[in-house]
């Protein structure tokens, strides 16, 4: 009886969390998150290229990665390296800031994993993007 008490009671915490998240605000804007957007924006034209040749694609954890290293000259491998840091480090505040701009830091997981699902449908055709630990190209 007492398992059976604490499942119904954990199935009912997973109904509110799922109800509750379902009313995040995920288009909150706030001068941080404009500036986050803002720096992802002018940061696109330069990745845009690297996404189209397989060089980065879209990880499934919200974030982007070097896909193929070798679609890169040597000399610029550097250079992408730190463009997929810089977008890393603006899309990890961007998620932070609208958990805390909906006055729960603790959805940051579930607007991360929300956020990836967004990325990874609206990724371009040829695109790569990972999906249960594999790359695809889509």
């Known amino acids: 009886m007492n398992r059976l008490l604490k499942y119904c009671l954990a199935i009912l915490a997973l109904c ?7 009313q995040a605000d995920l288009e909150v804007n706030t001068p941080g998150i404009v500036a986050l957007k803002q720096s992802m924006q002018a940061r696109h ?6 996404y189209a040749s397989g060089a ?19 000399a610029q491998r550097q250079a992408v390296n730190g463009l997929v ?3 890393n480090q603006d899309r990890n505040g961007l998620y932070a800031e609208i ?6 830091p603790e959805w940051l997981a579930e607007i991360r994993s ?6 990874i449908q609206r990724a371009q055709a040829g695109w790569w993007v990972q999906s249960g630990g594999a790359w695809s190209k889509k």
Not at 16 to 22: D, L, P, Q
Not at 45 to 50: T, Y
Not at 114 to 119: D, I, K, P, V
Request: aromatic residues 6%; proline residues 2%; negative net charge.
């Open 16 to 22: 509110f969390s799922v109800t509750a998240m379902a």
């Open 45 to 50: 034209a330069q990745l845009a290229g690297l």
């Open 114 to 119: 929300t956020f990836a699902q967004r990325w």
């Open 56 to 74: 980065v694609g879209l990880t499934a954890d919200g974030l982007i990665a070097v896909h193929d290293a070798s679609a890169v000259p040597l």
């Open 99 to 104: 958990a805390r701009a909906n006055g729960h």
């Open 85 to 87: 840091a810089a977008e």
